[in-house]
């Protein structure tokens, strides 16, 4: 399933915490691209939930200015698993 979100951050002018012009603006978009293997009604596994993801973010301003914001660019790649828990039914 794929997701695009654009963001966009603003703050006040602090030249001892943000490098350039001191402003901590950032502006960008991410992308992330996911497969649930397991985990759906009609799964053949059904107590357990899987998830791999693929995000890429992209900035086109940071610190509060565009040159050099896409050496901030990043990728992640994450893989989740989970488990539903065993609980016993107990009366039937």
Request: proline fraction near 7%; charge should be negative; charged fraction near 15%.
């Amino acid at each position: 399933m794929p997701t695009l979100q654009y963001f966009r951050t603003e703050g006040s002018t602090d030249t001892g915490l943000y490098a350039g012009n001191g402003r901590p603006n950032a502006e960008g978009y991410t992308i992330d691209l996911a497969y649930v293997p397991f985990g759906k009604p009609d799964s053949s596994i059904q107590w357990g939930n899987a998830r791999v993801a693929l995000q890429y973010t992209g900035y086109t301003e940071f610190n509060g200015t565009s040159k050099g914001a896409a050496d901030n660019n990043t990728v992640f790649l994450n893989f989740i698993v989970q488990m539903a828990p065993f609980v016993p039914v107990f009366g039937k």
